[in-house]
Structures are given as structure tokens and as C-alpha cells.
């Protein structure tokens, strides 16, 4: 028998029950990294490295507290290659947007579908609050991000714009759906990045339709840079990402010619 942490209370499984249990969540890839761990009082069961290893090959996802997850989880996954803000909390009332990476996350405390317990987002995949979602999760959730995961934040009032102009669009024009899960979360404070990063996965909306998007951001508080730079080398930027920042900077420029005047 196997001990199994949930809610951090140990229960008793075979290795049978508790490879079903992971298939009826969700099995994720076997890069993404491990969340469950055994406290220092269990560090001397004679199977430990046996179901470290198969919990590092069936990855389920479980919720900690922050102190948990620093010294305990993050040492039993030998992360010395990892960044400190790959761990991400969230608050509450923002919306994260995926920018590159996989974020995993999920709540105990779930509302429907145990399915959709663990969410593997993809970028331009979006983490919010929405009510009416069919996805609806207590608040106090938190994730762990694969290597080299960004994510940006917007509150509440500043993402309906883009959600609303994102459904009508993508009615009319029979645009890509994404995959959508919008939780109550927690969420670090605004990460400056470019904006068309965020919009153009996530709306798949033209350039001048972009551009139609961003006075409902209230982008004052941005600098300028944070728009129109590439966040790093491996930042991908297409045609249309070009043609926006072409529009977008005629866009400032005729406005500083008004101002002018």
C-alpha cells in the first residue's frame, strides 16, 4: 500500500486505485513538474523513492501552502534549475493571461466536473473570474509553472472589454475557439509585457481590430515599451504583430499631433 497525500491527510492506496485516480483527472505531460510530496516525518518509508517516482510520471496536482511548497515540493523535484517566480500565487478579482509554457493549477475545493480539476493552459490560455463559467473554483488556488512561463495580469474591469469584443467576433467570424478556464485566484501585481502577446493569442482578432481594443485597457499606466518590445529572444513576432505595431504607433502619433494642436 501506498501513502497518498490529500488535503494533507494520508490515506492508504494500492498503486492500482491510485493510477485510476489519476486517470479520472488528468493525466499531463511527463515534463510538467510534480506537485505532491512526503512530509520529513514519512522521509524513511521503505517505498518512498518507489512512489516518488511514479507520482513524477503520472504528475497529479494537489493544493499546498506556500511554505509547503517551497521546502518541501520544489526539493523532491530537484528544481535548482528553476527561477524563484515560477512559482506563481494569485490574488483575487484579476485575470492571468498565459504568455508562453504550460501552468497547471487546480482548488480541493471544486464545484463541478472533477475532470477539469487540473487544467494543462496553453498560451494565450486565460485564468480569471467569471461568473456563470462552468468551470467555478474557490478562491486560495495556486500553480506551478513549467520553466520559462510568463503570465500578465489584468483586473476584472480591464479584461471584460477584450472578452466581449473576443465573443462577438469570434460568432461572426467563426474564429479558433481557445481553451477557456476561468478561475477566482490569486495573482502577482501587473506584469509589463508586450500587450499584443496577450491579445492576439488570445482573440485571434486583426491588427486594426487590436487596435480598436486598447482604449478600453486605460494603457496610460504602460509605458510604451512594455507594448511594442519583445519580452526575449524567443519571442515569436509575425506579420501581424508587425502591421500592429505600425498602427498602433500611428495611432500615438496622430493623438500627439491633436495634443498639439
Known amino acids: ?3 497518498y497525500f490529500k488535503g494533507r491527510k494520508a490515506v492508504e492506496r494500492s498503486v492500482e486505485s491510485l493510477r485510476t485516480l489519476m486517470d479520472f483527472y488528468y493525466v499531463v505531460p511527463s515534463e510538467d513538474v510534480l506537485s505532491q510530496f512526503y512530509t520529513e516525518k514519512e522521509k524513511n518509508f521503505h517505498n518512498q523513492e518507489v512512489v516518488l517516482n ?4 503520472k504528475k497529479f496536482f494537489e493544493e499546498f501552502k506556500e511554505e509547503e511548497i517551497m521546502n ?13 517566480n515560477e512559482v506563481v500565487f494569485m490574488k483575487q478579482n484579476t485575470i492571468r493571461i498565459v504568455i508562453t509554457g504550460d501552468i497547471i493549477m487546480k482548488s480541493h475545493k471544486i464545484r463541478i466536473y472533477p475532470s477539469k480539476l487540473m487544467v494543462n493552459f496553453k498560451e494565450g490560455d486565460i485564468m480569471g473570474s467569471c461568473e456563470g463559467n462552468d468551470i467555478c473554483y474557490d478562491s486560495d488556488n495556486w500553480c506551478i509553472t513549467r520553466c520559462e512561463t510568463s503570465c500578465a495580469t489584468f483586473t476584472n474591469k ?8 473576443y465573443v462577438k467576433q469570434k460568432k461572426n467570424a467563426g474564429l ?3 481553451s477557456i478556464s476561468l478561475l477566482n485566484h490569486k495573482s502577482t501585481t501587473s506584469t509589463l509585457i508586450p500587450l499584443v502577446k ?24 504602460y509605458k510604451t515599451n512594455s507594448l511594442i518590445q ?3 529572444k524567443k519571442s515569436l513576432i509575425n506579420k501581424d504583430y508587425i502591421e500592429f505595431y ?5 495611432k500615438l502619433k496622430t493623438e500627439a499631433l491633436k495634443a498639439k494642436r
Do not use: A, G, H, V
Not at 511514479?54 to 510520471?57: D, E, G
Not at 518541501?72 to 524563484?84: A, F, G, H
Not at 505600425?246 to 500611428?250: A, G, I, P, T
Open 158 to 165: 480591464e479584461f471584460q472589454p477584450i472578452w466581449d469584443i
Open 230 to 232: 519583445p519580452q526575449s
Open 176 to 178: 479558433k475557439m481557445i
Open 54 to 57: 511514479y507520482l513524477l510520471t
Open 72 to 84: 518541501l515540493i520544489i526539493p523532491k523535484m530537484k528544481l535548482s534549475k528553476y527561477q524563484k
Open 198 to 221: 496577450i491579445l492576439k493569442p488570445i482573440t485571434y482578432l486583426s491588427s486594426k481590430t487590436l487596435c480598436k481594443i486598447i482604449p478600453y485597457l486605460e494603457l496610460r499606466k
Open 246 to 250: 505600425k498602427l498602433y504607433n500611428m
Open 1 to 3: 500500500m501506498i501513502p
